[in-house]
């Protein structure tokens, strides 16, 4: 994730390149850097630099890393023909790279020849069945076409032999998300809480996928983790907050007197009641009669 730092750097040597500062190849090198995706102005500013002899010259090897980075760049901006003719400096330069061969594959999935794509991509994993790389890229060429089981299918192939990979295992748990899938999504959101446990946003809707399951134990389960994300944020998760509400309020229903929490489940409810009321006077006045209408049908006091 990019701080707010470095994202004042960027746009402020963005700005700079624009009106005539110099500076396009540190631009080029900080984006890169930051992994970020600003593909017009890579283009723009790439070009500048590999049409100027004196520029490219000056680069040295990384005039070969441009020349990808411009190609990748075109194909987002979908200038198809600066795409291709960077991918031949390079099929000049480096003859049966396989690193060039996933440029002209990822070429061919830009101009929508989606079989000739997805061929080239299987011949390159026969060789290198570790890329990871082109393993994203078909679930990619997979979304783009709309075929949601195709893409379930290639992020977990994917993720079985990259685990660590938070993007995807939480891109595989919004795909399950909207199509109601509630127990795989709970799956990959563990696998996440797990892996980044101090990120409360996990913790959040992970909860939110159990109290959407029911059940007396997912909602307990749910509340525990509503009480995480709370914690997480310094007790300012307003979303959370009325997590717990929620939870306890069902609960209370469940259990019907048989729940041994109840005296600390009424006192949750309270307490987070009585915070979001707080919350909603402060920074929300004019919706803080439709928090209490909404607490009084739910028969939730604070």
């Avoid at 390149?17 to 992994?35: F, M, P, S, T």
């Amino acid at each position: 994730m990019v701080s707010k730092t470095e994202e004042e750097q960027v746009n402020r040597l963005e700005s700079q390149v624009e009106n005539g500062g110099g500076g396009a190849w540190d631009y080029l090198c900080l984006i890169r850097k930051l992994q970020l995706r600003r593909s017009d102005k890579v283009l723009k500013f790439g070009l500048s630099i590999l049409n100027d002899p004196k520029k490219r010259s000056a680069l040295g090897p990384e005039e070969w890393t441009l020349y990808e980075e411009v190609a990748v760049a075109a194909m987002d901006c979908q200038c198809l023909d600066v795409a291709k003719e960077s991918t031949k400096v390079l099929q000049k330069k480096f003859p049966g790279s396989k690193r060039v061969g996933r440029l002209e594959a990822m070429l061919l999935e830009a101009k929508g020849l989606w079989a000739d794509a997805e061929k080239a991509y299987s011949n390159l994993l026969e060789e290198n069945p570790l890329d990871q790389i082109i393993h994203k890229r078909k679930a990619a060429m997979a979304k783009a076409q709309g075929n949601i089981p195709l893409v379930i299918e290639c992020l977990n192939k994917y993720l079985e032999i990259f685990m660590a990979d938070h993007d995807a295992w939480r891109e595989l748990a919004e795909i399950y998300v909207s199509l109601q899938m509630y127990k795989q999504a709970a799956f990959c959101y563990e696998e996440l809480i797990l892996s980044q446990p101090t990120v409360p946003l996990y913790h959040l809707i992970y909860a939110d996928v159990l109290y959407t399951l029911g059940g007396l134990e997912n909602i307990q389960t749910a509340k525990k983790y509503y009480a995480s994300a709370i914690d997480l944020t310094g007790g300012k998760n307003s979303r959370a907050l009325f997590g717990i509400c929620l939870c306890t309020a069902a609960i209370g229903q469940l259990a019907k007197g048989r729940n041994k929490e109840d005296k600390e489940n009424s006192e949750l409810q309270s307490l987070s009641a009585m915070a979001l009321e707080k919350d909603y006077k402060q920074g929300n006045p004019s919706k803080h009669t439709l928090l209490t209408a909404t607490f009084k049908n739910l028969k939730i006091s604070s």
